[in-house]
């Protein structure tokens, strides 16, 4: 671990972080990671020119650095069996898997970009914080589900990238304040859009099986119907896919659906499947 800062005249200032850690919640193959980040800022109101109360604060900075997300299951790379009971034979009891391996598995990375302005004004009776970020995350981990031939229903996997872009802001106002009491009324807003920049192949598989129905097992009818996420390249993480519906027709009872050209059918077929 290295840190480093430097301040000059009280105005400028910059500050430089590197790490290197090593976890055995991932793979063998991929246990240690790498980060850095470095920040600047300007204090704007120590400035002469813009002639503010002592009191005041007027402040602009930036970061840009990556940091890595470690909070998951400490066994999720290893592979684990789990003894029971009920499965005696005439030598011991048997054991079965309840998780698969990954010695591949790596840190979720994230590149995050940020510029904000921070204000205080008025006797620090009006504060203001407005930030906008860019937040990049590679190696993307995600319970990934298995066929039941495995012996188990999910796996952690490294699916891919996101990317997140928002904006926040905080306000403070101090309408009232003295040595008895105080009224002040904050207001926070945010707003923030993701999007699936690059998927794993097993989560494109993944998606295929999700689009893939026997007419003759109701089950995986009725699961087809429900409103599956579709994780996909160039759309949000939230995005929600399921065939529109114009309503009960009230002459058959029946549903009608429509396609993707905008046509309507009484036929339900998964591939009318839109984002919502």
């Known amino acids: 671990y290295l840190t480093g800062n430097l301040m000059y005249n009280n105005r400028y200032y910059a500050d430089f972080t590197i790490r290197t850690e090593g976890n055995s919640v991932f793979g063998s193959d991929n246990r ?15 400035e ?3 002639n503010l109360n002592p009191e005041d604060i007027l402040k602009i900075r930036a970061s840009v650095g990556y940091t890595g997300n470690a909070n998951f299951s400490p066994y999720q790379a290893l592979t684990t069996y789990q003894y029971r009971a009920d499965l005696f034979y005439g030598k011991g009891i ?68 996101l990317r997140n872009v928002g904006r ?54 009725l699961k087809l119907r429900k409103a599956i996420p579709m994780y996909e390249e160039g759309e949000s993480i939230t995005a929600i896919k399921a065939v529109r519906s ?8 029946k549903e009608i659906y429509v396609t993707k050209d ?10 009318d499947k839109q984002v919502f």
């Open 94 to 161: 048997g054991a079965v898997p309840i998780a698969i391996g990954n010695p591949e598995l790596a840190y979720e990375k994230s590149l995050n970009t940020n510029v904000g302005i921070d204000v205080a004004l008025f006797r620090n009776r009006l504060n203001l914080t407005l930030d906008y970020y860019d937040k990049v995350t590679d190696n993307l981990l995600l319970s990934n589900t298995k066929a039941p031939s495995i012996g188990v229903s999910e796996a952690t996997e490294n699916v891919g990238k």
């Open 246 to 253: 114009f309503g009960i027709d009230p002459v058959t009872g």
């Open 168 to 221: 926040e802001l905080s306000s403070r106002v101090t309408n009232i304040q003295n040595k008895e009491w105080s009224w002040s009324m904050a207001l926070m807003a945010t707003h923030n859009r993701n999007r699936i920049l690059e998927i794993s192949e097993a989560l494109r598989e993944q998606n295929k099986k999700n689009n893939t129905i026997d007419p003759e097992d109701p089950e995986q009818v």
């Open 32 to 46: 240690f990671g790498t980060f850095w980040a470095a920040g600047a800022g300007w204090n704007l109101h120590r």
């Open 48 to 50: 002469k020119f813009m």
């Open 262 to 271: 905008g046509s309507l059918t009484y036929e339900y077929d998964f591939r």
